[in-house]
């Protein structure tokens, strides 16, 4: 299947929204299957377009990794939003991610959001600095990070393992 250029735009748009970390550029070329130059101009049409518009978003490079982020133009809002989420006890689609990595974990983003079916970087984040859970680098595989329950939190539930939360065992072997 060829792509269009204006396809190969979106479609490095979409795999950067949904990435949500910084992503190698050749990584983005073998996903979509075209040489880096061409992920290098769709990338400098992206930018421009962020540039050009009245958008939230732009792209942030360091060296031959780029990640989509947002303005800083609207820092002073996002930070009173997440100050009002963390006044709040945790959503339901917080919870969900948490009893995903406390029973399943650990587990990188990609398979969090395979379960949930959504991006699920923003919760993430909240659950982290929250100290709900914890991020290491995964041995295997260098640029995924692993997220697993926090010392934080099993204090927090009152227990001295994870394997002592409710029909952990039964959970722990469905998948």
Known sequence: MTMTNDKITA???AILFVYGEPMEIKRIADILKVEENTVDEALKELES???AENRGLKLI????QVQLATKPDFADF???FIKEEFKENLTPASLETLSLIA???PLSRVQIEYHRGV???FILRNLLIRGLIERFPNPQKGNVYLYQPSFD???Y???SKIEKLPEYEKFKTII
């Open 119 to 121: 991006n699920s970087s």
């Open 49 to 51: 377009g962020y540039l």
């Open 153 to 155: 939190l099993l204090k």
């Open 78 to 80: 996002l930070e009173n």
């Open 157 to 159: 539930l009152g227990i």
């Open 61 to 64: 490079f360091n060296s031959r």
């Open 103 to 105: 029973y399943l974990g």
């Open 11 to 13: 479609a490095i748009e």
